[in-house]
């Protein structure tokens, strides 16, 4: 079997090595879509020093040509290339995300109005800080828990953002029109823009660029205004999925439509805001439901400067899409599974509240008061907190509090004359294990 290669001269034998070398390193750089700056240094000894690194990179970027899809938009051309690991994930996602875990139902009819209200209240809390919000995740929570007027900007565009994802979420099923994602971005940016009259509104002058906020690179220059509406209503086909040239995965386009409206920055700010926004609507539409208990943003946060790169290794690499897809794929990936963490840890408190419904001899309701109270000692309720928490009345959620104080499980904190708030009483402080 030999026989053949030893029969080959010095120059052939090195094509072939060569060949073999350069497919299989063509492959590691596809799987993981690579980028040039990772490329250059990495790869170049496993060629036998028969390529320069810039060879290898021609190599790379025609192998990708051949393979990619163009998408044409606004006047600018795109390009997508589905790699084999992207297929693995959209295959889990296709197999959980409409709402399973393992076959089974993963979030109870019982629980979702709660589970929901803390996923938007995450959402809305880890887009606003990606954007400069300054507050903590305790006091926003609280402050939209208890329904509290906002005191500055940054807790503005918190409450704005819970606003914007609670109106996708009651529109969900619509198509997507020019005046809803006008409406998206009025609700984001409602009292935080320094000209008012911006909010809702596309931007009119190209004096614009986004730069670097480590050392102030300018490192995109959107294209001109006079661009915008052509590409808005170009947008709305493309989310409506109206007379697509070819299928896209859905987690891929909505994908797409947040690197677009980056790209193109429809408004003077909030882009980045509306775009998370409009990547959550087109899932839901979907019908990928248990994105709504996903908080995309607060992973997206840790990761800054990745989401950064995938944006300008995009623009920079002739409009290729596949690197911000994949970033986008891999943080959908990380918050599904801080999801199924936080699932295991409800459940985990569902088995508590159950058994202080048995030794304490409590309502459902009033058992779920007091283990919030247990799991945080220097809590603060109010009745409406309560209300907008289990989804009740206001007059069922005071009646509920009543209950607890005469047994002693709360204790009344006069605000004023008429506003109470509610903090553990003295039964509940003897309580350190159910």
């Known amino acids: 079997m030999r026989d053949w290669y030893d029969n080959l001269d010095d120059a052939e034998r090195q094509f072939i ?35 320069t690194n810039r060879d290898l990179w021609m190599l790379v970027k025609n192998s990708r040509r051949k393979a990619c ?30 709402g399973t875990l393992g076959g089974q139902q993963t979030i109870g ?5 709660q589970y929901l209200l803390g996923s938007i209240m995450e959402e809305s809390i880890a887009s606003s800080q990606i954007e400069g919000a300054i507050t903590s995740r305790v006091v926003a929570k609280e402050m939209l828990r208890k329904e509290r007027p906002p005191r500055n900007v940054s807790e503005r565009m918190i409450v704005n953002n819970y606003r914007a994802i609670q109106y996708i979420d009651a529109h969900k099923s619509d198509r997507l029109t020019v005046e809803g994602l006008l409406t998206v971005h009025r609700l984001m940016t409602n009292q935080t823009l320094d000209n008012a009259e911006e909010a809702g509104q596309f931007r009119q002058h190209d004096n614009i ?64 805001r509306t775009a998370r926004a409009l990547f959550y609507w087109y899932l839901l539409r979907k019908g990928y439901w248990l994105t709504e208990y996903l908080s995309i943003s607060r992973v997206i946060k840790d990761s800054r400067m990745q989401y950064y790169r995938a944006f300008q290794y995009a623009e920079l690499d002739e409009n290729d899409l596949t690197y911000f897809v994949r970033y986008q794929v ?46 945080e000692s220097t809590a603060v309720l109010s009745a409406k907190e309560v209300e907008n ?27 004023n004359r008429k506003e109470r708030n509610y903090v553990r009483g003295p039964k509940l402080n003897s309580i350190d294990h159910v």
Not at 20 to 40: G, H, M, P, R
């Open 17 to 51: 090595l060569l060949w073999a070398n350069t497919t299989t390193v063509l492959s590691e750089i596809n799987t993981d879509y690579l980028y040039w700056n990772k490329v250059k240094y990495k790869f170049i000894a496993d060629m036998g020093g028969l390529l």
């Open 389 to 415: 928490r289990l989804d009740i009345s206001n007059q069922t959620a005071r009646t509920d509090i009543q209950a607890l104080i005469k047994a002693g499980y709360l204790e009344e904190l006069f605000i």
């Open 69 to 98: 899809k163009t998408i044409r938009i606004g006047g600018e051309t795109f390009s997508f290339l589905h790699t084999e690991r992207l297929h693995e994930d959209l295959h889990r996602f296709d197999l959980n995300l409409g």
């Open 209 to 272: 660029h986004v730069v670097d906020a480590i050392d102030g690179e300018i490192i995109h220059t959107p294209p001109a205004s006079s661009s915008i509406p052509a590409f808005a209503a170009e947008l709305r086909q493309f989310f409506n999925d109206e007379s697509p040239d070819y299928f896209l995965h859905p987690v891929v386009k909505a994908s797409i439509i947040h690197f677009l409206i980056g790209y193109f920055h429809l408004f003077t700010d909030g882009n980045g």
């Open 330 to 375: 891999k943080t959908l990936s990380k918050a599904y599974d801080e999801l199924k963490s936080y699932l295991a840890r409800k459940q985990k408190e569902k088995q508590d509240v159950l058994a202080l419904q048995r030794t304490e001899h409590l309502s459902p309701r009033q058992a779920q008061i007091v283990e919030w109270m247990r799991q």
């Open 109 to 113: 009819e019982t629980d979702r109005h």
